[in-house]
């Protein structure tokens, strides 16, 4: 680039030197987008467009108005030989300029202060039209697809991971909480989960009034059943046994296996002694109704005993015995009673 002959000097020659090379550089950088790249400097305004392979450069004196580009826009061009730095927003686009000391001290490694300083200043300013700036946007939303396709396809596998696992911990919560609930062998409540819910239907009741009923159920004869034919006929009688209870009471009341041939209903909600003896009748009536096992011809036999809250107590242990007491009285009563 021409260097004025009154200003030629060591210090300008190396800074002039330096500051093609940045030029060259900052070209090489404006290459991405394609922009309208001015160097201002005391001989005059260098300009090109960039995005070309090869920079093509025009020369403007500085007797002249400038390029045609700040010719369109005199206010900006003002601004840019008087201000140190900045952006200039205009119609279908933007400046931005920089002003660059090739010759001070520390700039590129040069030492001392020359005193044509101010010679060697050059800016830097281009130009970005708005088109210029949609194809950049477009080229990032572009180069954006695929790291969002990836994106959506990585939230896709960790979701479906996660619901796979969430799955699986909630059957095994699931199977745990029926492992520790529930008899295996009739698949009824066992005695402990039996007993809390229990406890849970009568503190209820205190709350909200109403009654309920406890049925005793306890099988005769069961231990010659083992005896006779064998512990896998007594598992099979006594699931039957849970399976008819089951069917002669509501999906709301409760049935548990006390232990062995033991088990008790709750009955929740129910009003009075009359109900809940229909329902004692009821299980009676299913448990007699077809033989105990297959190749028996002897029906389910059990006794039954009753207790009514709040006629015969308020409280789970008063219940209990009550309804125990009962059903010894019914055993007792039946070995007593001609067949």
């Known amino acids: 680039k021409p260097v004025p002959v009154d200003a030629i000097g060591p210090r300008y020659v190396v800074a002039a030197y330096r500051a093609d090379l940045l030029f060259d550089r900052i070209v090489r950088f404006a290459h991405r987008i394609k922009s309208t790249l001015m160097l201002i400097g005391p001989d ?67 030492t001392g202060v020359t005193a044509n300083a101010g010679a060697s200043s050059w800016t830097v300013a281009a130009f970005v039209s708005s088109e210029a700036i949609a194809a950049v946007e477009n080229r990032i939303l572009e180069s954006l697809i695929p790291s969002v396709v990836a ?35 009739t698949g009824v409540l066992n005695r402990a989960a039996f007993e809390e819910r229990f406890g849970a239907i009568l503190a209820r009741r205190e709350e909200t009034g109403g009654g309920c009923a406890l049925i005793f159920v306890d ?9 006779v034919y064998g512990h896998d006929t007594g598992d099979a009688c006594l699931r039957e046994t849970a399976a008819r209870i089951r069917s002669a009471i509501r999906e709301t009341d409760l049935l548990g296996r006390l232990g062995g041939d033991e088990f008790a209903v709750v009955l929740w909600p129910i009003t009075g002694r009359t109900p809940a003896e229909a329902v004692v009748e009821k299980i009676r009536g299913r448990l007699a109704a ?18 009514v809250c709040p006629e015969d107590g308020t409280d789970a242990e008063m219940l209990l015995r009550t309804a125990d007491q009962g059903m010894y009285g019914a055993k ?8």
């Open 151 to 185: 994106l959506l396809l990585a939230l896709g596998l960790c979701a479906w991971v996660a619901s796979v696992y969430w799955t699986g911990y909630r059957r095994r919560q699931v199977r745990l909480v029926r492992q520790a609930t529930t008899d295996a062998l």
């Open 44 to 110: 005059g305004t260098w300009t090109t467009e960039t995005g070309q392979p090869v920079p093509d450069w025009t020369f403007s004196p500085p007797a002249a108005d400038g390029p045609p580009l700040m010719q369109a826009y005199p206010v900006a061009w003002k601004r840019v030989l008087a201000e140190e730095a900045g952006t200039i927003p205009v119609r279908n686009g933007f400046f931005v300029f920089r002003t660059l000391h090739p010759a001070v001290k520390g700039f590129w490694g040069l």
């Open 290 to 307: 077809a033989p105990a096992f297959p190749g028996s011809g002897q029906p389910i036999r059990a006794s039954l005993g009753l207790a």
């Open 332 to 339: 007792r009563k039946r070995r007593t009673t001609p067949a």
């Open 219 to 227: 099988l005769d004869s069961f231990k010659e059943i083992n005896d």
